[in-house]
Structure formats: C-alpha cells, structure tokens
C-alpha cells in the first residue's frame, strides 16, 4: 500500500486509514463468525483521553477483536502498548505503526494521551498471557507504570474483560520449564493450544476517574479491585460480575454451548 500510493505520511494518519478498515473488517468479519463476537459498554469510553486496562488471554485475539470493532464503529484509534518482543519480529515495522502498536514506553504513552488517544494496556503482559489459566489469575507483579502514566497525564483509568478467553486459547499445564525458561529470556517461549469456537464477549467497564488526591498505589489497588467491570468498584461487586460472566474455572464445553445459546444476551 505504501510503495503502490507513495506514502510518507505519518503513520498514524488518516492516510492510513483504508488500511485500517481493511484489516479491522477482516477481523470482525472472524470474529463475528468463528466466537460470536459481542463488545459492551462502549459507552463507557472517554471522548477524549483515557488508560485502558485489560486482562491478556493466552492469545490476545480478542483484544484484535475490540480493536477493529472499535475502530469501524467510532472511527477510533486505540493504542496498544506491546512486549519488546513483538518489534523483534522481522517485517512488521510498518504495519505495527499503522496499527497504533508502541512499546509503551513512559515518554510514548504520555505524548500519546496529551495527542487525545486512547492508550491500552495489560499490566500482566506476556507473563499473565503464558502463565495464567483457567482460574483467570491476574499476574500483575509490582508494575505500577500504567498508574503513575495515569496520574501524570490527569486521565481516567477504563477496565476491560472478555469472557472465555481462556477457553478458546489455554497453555499446557506443565510449564515450570517454560517459566524458567521466560524469566531468564523474556521470550514466549510456551506454545498455546486451541483455537475453539468459545463464545466471546468484550465488557469494558465503568471509568475510574483521575483523583488529584490519590496516590500511585492506592489508584492501583482500585484497578485490581474492578478488573472485570461494568459499574462496580467494590470487590466484592466485582466477586458478583465475575460469578455472573464467567464459569471459575473455565470450562470449554459451557464456553462453547454459549456460542451457539441464541436466548443469552
């Protein structure tokens, strides 16, 4: 596309944006088919500004999912902050820029806010993505970063969850080789499996507005508190959410049935 219109235009222009709608429509178009797609609380996205906090399924298929939906119902560009990892990977540097993908650097994601964008997030990242599991088990650590980018650009925080992603991808079980393995190399090494027709349903969640008054870790544990959102943000709401959306742990067979139960919303 570039070398056929003589592009060198800024890559996250408008000039781009036919690209964009072509590779958002493709993966709508499997989303809609292969997990029954469905994105709620939309709505609850700032108009302007904002953090978005997620949770990393084994393959954050999904995540494509919310972003090419997002992008043909709104016309928006949502950032992804990505492991260092993925701008190893030979002959993506184009597209990774088309794509709003940026290392997530502090620098980056605050010019990237103080510009209007929305910047998304998953604090567990890789780590989160190889070994979590069925129990859907946030694997945050310490990391603080997106909070205190938060605080410094005086914007909301939005959460955001998608039932069953553990079931259309899972990691094999036995995986303290793999974990060795990532913590001395930082590459994912442990292979996925799957790619199940489960039913997928994006929830973002009920925005945690910026308080001037409150700290770096006090702004985190209310993240932690409402990780699975729609307006709660009380643990034990959220207890309530999770019993509501999601079968602990996960199960294959009823992720499945729900694809095709016509009478759930």
Not at 15 to 28: G, P
Not at 184 to 208: A, D, E, H, Q
Request: charge should be positive; proline fraction near 6%.
């Amino acid at each position: 596309y570039q070398r056929n219109n003589e592009l060198k235009a800024d890559p996250l222009s408008d000039v781009w944006n036919s690209v964009r709608k072509t590779i958002a429509s493709f993966w709508d178009i499997y989303a809609r088919i292969w997990h029954g797609y469905e994105l709620h609380g939309v709505e609850n996205l700032p108009e302007g500004p904002g953090i978005l906090v997620y949770y990393h399924g084994a393959i954050p298929i999904d995540y494509l999912y919310f972003l090419s939906r997002l992008f043909l119902w709104k016309k928006r560009l949502c950032l992804s902050v990505a492991d260092h990892f993925v701008f190893r990977l030979p002959g993506l540097k184009l597209l990774l820029a088309v794509t709003g993908v940026i290392p997530g650097t502090r620098e980056e994601c605050l010019v990237a806010l103080k510009n209007g964008y929305l910047v998304s997030i998953s604090p567990g990242g890789v780590r989160e993505a190889l070994f979590s599991d069925e129990s859907y088990q946030l694997m945050w650590g310490n990391r603080k970063g997106f909070a205190q980018v938060a605080l410094e650009a005086k914007v909301p925080i939005i959460p955001m969850y998608t039932q069953n992603v553990r079931e259309g991808y899972r990691m094999f079980k036995e995986r303290r080789f793999f974990r060795q393995l990532y913590e001395n190399t930082r590459l994912p090494f442990t292979p996925p499996y799957g790619g199940l027709p489960v039913k997928f349903r994006t929830y973002i969640g009920k925005p945690i507005p910026y308080d001037p008054n409150i700290t770096t870790e006090e702004l985190v544990e209310k993240v932690r508190k409402s990780k699975f959102l729609f307006s709660f943000q009380t643990k034990t709401a959220v207890q309530a959410l999770i019993s509501k959306h999601q079968t602990i742990p996960g199960n294959i067979w009823k992720a499945l049935l729900e694809r095709f139960d016509k009478r759930r919303k």
